[in-house]
């Protein structure tokens, strides 16, 4: 008797009390494991609105067993993610545009794979090319080596497989989906912080939002640093696209982006030699602390927004790689408790938060795809709300060296 | 057709001449690989005994891929142990009690996600859990860089997927199950050290025995270490619990040990900030060159036991990791031709062994749950006969310093 | 449903236009992924020729998930590769003798159990077992810590899994049979160098050869490096075997070798504490750019043999490592762009090549298995007619220290 398939019939299917059907795709716990599976409103007897939720198990090369879920609705976004890459975002499709880019990485490695203390801590980039990775939650920020270790580029969530995956589907109309999963960074003496990440989406809209839940299950307290690395290139980026968000004052990371401070705002095409300049802000938000930060293109009809709370994520990153499409053209939209540098010095800045023995704490975030000239006035307007009078403040100088 | 259907056809059963019958679950040698697996007693027309052996292939998180056996013995022990992680034995329950302990680390995780120098060579702690861990053989102890490489934590043959894998169940009554192991240690210019590692249990007893046979392939002379990193807990361990051990001395393992050399009889509860102490002792055998040490409840009437012989283990650690039960409440009791110090203080010390070309050499312990007073009683005579008059040397000075 | 199964189906059958018939077995970007598989020249109607080509996934200890391909020709050799270890040949039988070796590492180990970095940069190690294993691409050579970074043993190109995997079988005869894989090694900000190597035999020959082609994909020049260490034994390397090739000069590579320069031309028996000896060579070619190296036994009547392009692979490393024949008694016949200096003293003496963007580079080798008198002689004879009245220059001084 095939074993795999003995296994697929344990896939359990969980009726919650009369608002939604779950699914549980993989649990360590249960002993449940899912592979190629899928779903779709037809089945589920759905009839105002067309979707599906796949599971796929990937092969070849770096990704051997690494899983995708593709979240496919006919009239709105197709939401690809990795449950072997830590719940990581590969790619938002529709609309006629899309949110994430194009990376030399092609394949999406299987963590086995993958060293992350290799090349002197940067082996993240060996799997980098996601839409958006958690960089967290242990630690993230540039490479250091401290207090005898070395804490590696951005952490190691998103190079984490998913402990345990539930796909939900809401019985009423407008069927939201959710999709759950449990990101554990679970070593004796170390640390233990789980995540249980949540995306919500309701077929056919233009956004997507994260629900994510971190636990400190230790009883000690830990630090926790977190920052959501969010992507976007074409159709979006471009010679003449623009950078938004309200904020009291932008300064460069390091010396090199000095030089890019006076046109933070705009962004170059594919350029040889250009490399990154990133830049960090101190973003402003409304009376429920809500901000946004958005890339819009040239003609102001396409975008991406990312709507967060500034009380859990208070800082925001502006990563510009506007260099060739080859080497990945690409800007990341970077909300999260750091800046990227090493956590020896988001230390010494005060920015690492902690969490107490059984404490959570949630970050939410909104993402938008945004499709029309209309949608993006919208944005822009909610922005210079919040900006309000309040005057940007230049800072020429790095607030740190690395 | 289905490959893992048809690999499973080849899974090999041998019947050993007139005594056994002989499974071969996985060979990499003869391209046989056991999925999901499982004998009974009743299918073997076995009547004077209740029991099952079962293979299973764990999923989720970091445990995709990990293979566990269980024996099961219906009036006896349910021993759990993993091939995919060296042999280990994640826990033993029966007769209302438990050989094993709470790590925060709960899944059977897979070497291929450990990189074991991560953290400064203690990635072995991701995957800790075991109620037995073989450190060893290569090299053991707290990690160190050394003659330019990094000797990290315990060694790799914790963390090593078994090369062939077979069950043997006796034919005549009592049933004597074995499960045969080889963990390979080979690299080509530094090592082939190969253990056979063999588990042995009667169905119905509270007792099981090792014997391990660690051979040297190479050419050459090869130093070798090993520490049977074996660990309780609740119910045994508790505030008030004893351990008990035959020795000539004990001395503290760093500074930190000192404060509690005194009590090194006795145990505390789950203690807030207690972290961890760690022993050395000398301990004294029989005539045979057998001793035994154990843990032992309040009450008298639940322990842990482990005889083995002092030619092979001269050495033993005792480990109280008496932090709070969320951090794994956990006391470990070591025998091994090791301390715990780092490979560099053991080979100026001369505890390192070393094994001739083509030479092998055996360790033999026993492992018994204590399940009543007079079971604890009878370990604690045995003890005490062993000790007679000699005075323990309680040496406050720790013998290295890390 | 069987989800293997369901993929099996995937394997995708491309006629090629009248000349060949084309599997494809692993592809990432088709999703494709055959597990076991195998066809035969009887399958395909052929009669004029008898063969088979298998692939099969291996299980047990490191070897968990490996695959490997055999072709199989029944009046000539027997070519065993794995894809996923960077398509290196593991061995080539037939005609009585073979092309290989015995290493202590017996399994096929699948990449995911090893950490390049490990034990100082020589990871890689715990892996070498092959008749050939590229070195290369983004690097090679012995391990060094330079610009922030270990460059480990040898590159990774030897340690990735293949990421597109072809079969080509010729509709005529004599029906060369062509195996293609793709290596990548892709990483963000680091290299974006893929390799299509390509074996390509014809049924009942005691030669095949490699056509592999580099290409930078990326948008900046970028260094390489390759060796193609081929490595053989018995019944070829025995006491008095020799070593033949055309060559202006020839040094030790260290100090240990220069007690070996005398007698370059001849190997030793397998030698308890004889270790290595490497030395470096400038090859000499025809004006073709072609030239030959091979070792040969005592008798005359077997060998191996390699002949390349001095525009492609100018350099020539020969590695004696008679030690016994469990330590691993293989010599090493390594062509290549670069010596095995670490990187550092490589670039320091200008052997480190650079592609430019969308370059490509062809690397073209023919293996020939000699076992005849006649074959030997014929080789012997084109490598004096190369050397001829070229005086051997044997300097007696390293050229570099490590």
Redesign the interface.
């Known amino acids: 008797?095939?074993?795999?398939?003995?296994?697929?019939v344990l896939a359990v299917m969980i009726s919650a009390p009369a608002v939604a059907k779950t699914w549980v795709l993989?649990?360590?716990?249960l002993?449940?494991?899912q592979?190629?599976w899928k779903i779709s409103s037809d089945e589920l007897k759905i009839q105002d609105s067309a979707f599906s939720i796949e599971q796929?198990?990937?092969?070849?090369?770096?990704?051997?067993?690494s899983k995708i879920i593709v979240i496919h609705s006919q009239s709105g976004l197709t939401i690809t993610l990795s449950p072997t890459r830590g719940m990581n975002l590969l790619r938002v499709e529709g609309f006629g545009s899309r949110m994430g880019w194009d990376?030399?990485?092609?394949?999406v490695v299987?963590?086995?794979?993958i060293?992350?203390?290799?090349?002197?801590g940067v082996g993240w980039?060996?799997g980098?090319?996601e839409m958006m990775v958690r960089c967290g939650y242990e630690w993230t920020g540039h490479p250091v080596t401290a207090d005898?270790?070395?804490y590696t580029l951005h952490g190691k969530a998103g190079n984490?497989?998913?402990?345990?995956l539930e796909v939900d589907v809401a019985d009423a109309a407008p069927h939201e989906i959710r999709i759950r999963g449990l990101i554990?960074e679970?070593?004796?003496?170390?640390a233990?912080l789980q995540t249980l990440t949540e995306l919500r989406y309701v077929p056919g809209s233009n956004s997507f939002s994260l629900h994510d839940v971190l636990t400190n299950?230790?009883?000690?307290p830990h630090d926790y640093q977190i920052i959501y690395h969010s992507n976007f290139s074409t159709p979006i980026l471009e010679e003449g696209a623009r950078f938004l968000a309200p904020m009291s004052g932008i300064s460069p990371f390091n010396d090199y982006a000095k030089a890019g401070l006076k046109t933070w705002q705009t962004y170059a095409g594919p350029t040889?030699g250009f490399d990154e300049m990133v830049f960090n802000i101190s973003p402003l938000s409304d009376a429920n602390h809500q901000t946004l930060a958005a890339v819009i293109n040239k003609a102001g009809d396409k975008g991406a927004a990312i709507q967060f709370d500034t009380r859990q994520l208070p800082v925001l990153t502006l990563w510009k790689n506007t260099?060739?499409?080859?080497?990945?053209y690409v800007t990341g939209i970077e909300p999260g408790t750091s800046y990227a540098y090493p956590v020896t010095i988001e230390r010494e800045q005060k920015r690492v938060k902690q969490l107490q023995?059984g404490a959570s704490t949630a970050f939410d975030l909104t993402y938008t795809l945004l499709h029309s000239r209309d949608q993006v006035t919208g944005v822009r307007n909610r922005i210079e709300k919040i900006q309000g009078e309040t005057k940007v403040d230049e800072i020429t100088t790095p607030m740190a060296k690395e």
């Not at 990376?103 to 394949?107: A, L």
Request: avoid cysteine; hydrophobic fraction near 25%; charge should be positive.
């Open positions: 008797m095939n074993k795999r398939a003995a296994l697929t993989t649990s360590a716990e002993a449940v494991d592979g190629n796929k198990v990937l092969h070849g090369g770096k990704q051997e067993g990376s030399p990485v092609k394949e299987n963590p086995a794979f060293n992350l203390e290799s090349r002197n980039l060996e980098f090319n005898g270790q070395i984490t497989p998913v402990s345990r554990k679970s070593t004796f003496k170390k233990d299950h230790a009883d000690y040889k260099d060739t499409l080859k080497q990945g023995p």
